[in-house]
């Protein structure tokens, strides 16, 4: 989640004390928390309760968290078209989360119509923040050519910058095409090295990838 980290038993009690008195930046600390249960219960309803009041102040990282109780349907209901509003909030005051989750509305048809070259806009607004499930989204993206020209190098470029900040995901997928010469010339060391570390990570892709690479 977005918030800052402390020792979790003291973190509480002083976010819940800064939270009554209207302190936005306490009020979505204190909803990250019961959203993550860090140090307290995991408590959906008190995360919705505290990161509503935050987002009434325009915060953009409570726009983000409330949106994604609003898309998981956690403490809320489960509201689509709320959750897209919400991150749109948030995407255009530059929030990187809130902008991989609006590409992947866009991509996934989710309280919005498909719309892949919207999709690639965000995942590449949140892409040039480094966030690296973006990179990796925009990727696959462009691998595919969905919203945007089919560019296989362009897509290994981005495997790599998210697999270099130690998503699993990306490094599953930089290991498929070093394996298969994908946007890349083939080698199988690069292959396995990057499968290795996606799979110790317990990424079940990789583990069974290891497996027939081994076999």
């Not at 009554?20 to 860090?38: E, H, M, S």
């Not at 255009?92 to 509305?105: I, P, S």
């Not at 990424?203 to 690479?213: D, G, S, V």
Request: with cysteine; net charge positive.
């Amino acid at each position: 989640g977005l918030g800052v980290d402390l020792d979790p038993s003291k973190a509480v009690f002083w976010f819940e004390k800064a939270a009554k008195q209207g302190y936005a930046n306490a009020q979505l600390n204190l909803g990250v928390v019961y959203r993550n249960g860090d140090g307290v219960e995991t408590d959906y309803i008190k995360a919705a309760y505290w990161l509503k009041k935050a987002v009434k102040t325009g915060h953009s990282a409570a726009q983000t968290n409330l949106g994604w109780l609003y898309e998981n349907g956690k403490g809320v209901a489960q509201d689509y078209q709320h959750a897209f509003s919400l991150y749109q909030k948030a995407a255009e005051k530059g929030q990187a989360e809130a902008q991989l989750n609006l590409g992947v509305m866009y991509a996934n048809g989710k309280g919005i119509k498909v719309n892949y070259k919207k999709a690639v806009y965000w995942y590449r607004r949140a892409a040039d923040q480094e966030q690296a499930e973006a990179q990796l989204n925009l990727g696959i993206m462009y691998q595919n050519g969905d919203g945007v020209e089919k560019d296989a190098k362009r897509a290994a470029e981005l495997y790599t910058l998210a697999a270099k900040q130690g998503h699993a995901g990306a490094q599953c997928m930089l290991g498929t095409i070093y394996l298969e010469g994908i946007g890349v010339e083939p080698d199988n060391t690069l292959a396995l090295d990057w499968m290795q570390k996606a799979a110790a990570q317990g990424f079940e892709q990789a583990k069974k990838e290891l497996k027939q690479m081994k076999s």
